[in-house]
């Protein structure tokens, strides 16, 4: 059982090595067998050599930072602001932590889409400064 | 300042209640001036009458589980298997709680698209058995 100060320290720090592209820093904070999870593809990433290759090709002179962080005990969940370009986009991560290491990664990548129509008379439109989409 | 405790108890509280459309158990849980935000729409409600209205209002015969739930101090962050007849969705929720009441929700709702090429000799195709999208 990791604490959730452990957890806290691990996460902050695989999102700082990820964003500052460490990656040999980021490949010491994840057990040889961690899985990767992007349900909406329903792709799936096996092993610390294959997960490590997949962010250092990823494509794009992205930009992360975090604007959510939430732990407890071995779990911690995220929200990123992904920013390649004109394109801004809301990441959601979940992660999950075995000896004190990242084993289980699952990420979310939300779309813009318009508001059904039918409830106009409860919503407002906001902007919110917090989770941006943009360029889609 | 809400303690991890408490929050984790409002937010099975919260689910526990939508779930069951116990509506008025549910707006017992919410601040007057609650906070609703759609950030992929960009819809906001605000206030405890509007977002019951949205909820008691939401079309369909859908159904949630929760699927993950992570607590700390007065924040919570989750994920819901949502089935609405064949179709079958994942929503991921942020909750912050103010004096014991829920008084922030942010929903993202995420949808399957394909796999991007070019990745191929680092992935798998796995089924999520958590994390499920179905009738798009």
Same mark, same amino acid.
């Given at each position: 059982?990791?604490?959730?100060?452990?957890? %806290?320290?691990? #996460?902050? $720090?695989?999102?700082?090595?990820?964003?500052?592209? #460490? *990656?040999? &820093?980021?490949?010491?904070?994840?057990?040889?067998?961690?899985?990767?999870?992007?349900?909406?593809?329903?792709? $799936?990433? +096996?092993?610390? !050599?294959?997960?490590? $290759?997949?962010?250092?090709?990823?494509?794009?002179? *992205?930009?992360?930072?975090?604007? $959510?962080?939430? +732990? &407890?005990? !071995?779990?911690?969940?995220?929200?990123?602001?992904?920013? +390649?370009?004109?394109?801004?986009?809301?990441?959601?991560?979940?992660?999950?932590?075995?000896?004190?290491?990242?084993?289980? +990664?699952? !990420?979310? *990548?939300?779309?813009?889409?318009? #508001?059904?129509?039918?409830?106009?008379?409860?919503?407002?439109?906001?902007?919110?400064? %917090? !989770? %941006?989409?943009?360029?889609?």
């Amino acid at each position: 059982m990791t604490t959730t100060e452990q957890t %806290r320290t691990l #996460a902050e $720090r695989y999102f700082a090595t990820m964003s500052a592209r #460490a *990656w040999h &820093d980021f490949a010491e904070l994840l057990t040889d067998d961690v899985r990767y999870d992007l349900p909406q593809t329903g792709e $799936r990433i +096996v092993g610390k !050599d294959k997960y490590l $290759r997949f962010n250092q090709e990823y494509p794009g002179d *992205w930009q992360l930072t975090v604007t $959510r962080l939430v +732990v &407890d005990g !071995d779990s911690a969940a995220a929200s990123m602001q992904f920013v +390649v370009g004109e394109q801004e986009m809301v990441g959601l991560v979940f992660l999950e932590v075995r000896d004190g290491l990242v084993a289980q +990664v699952t !990420d979310f *990548w939300p779309e813009p889409y318009d #508001a059904p129509p039918g409830r106009e008379h409860l919503t407002e439109q906001a902007i919110s400064e %917090r !989770d %941006r989409f943009a360029g889609f």
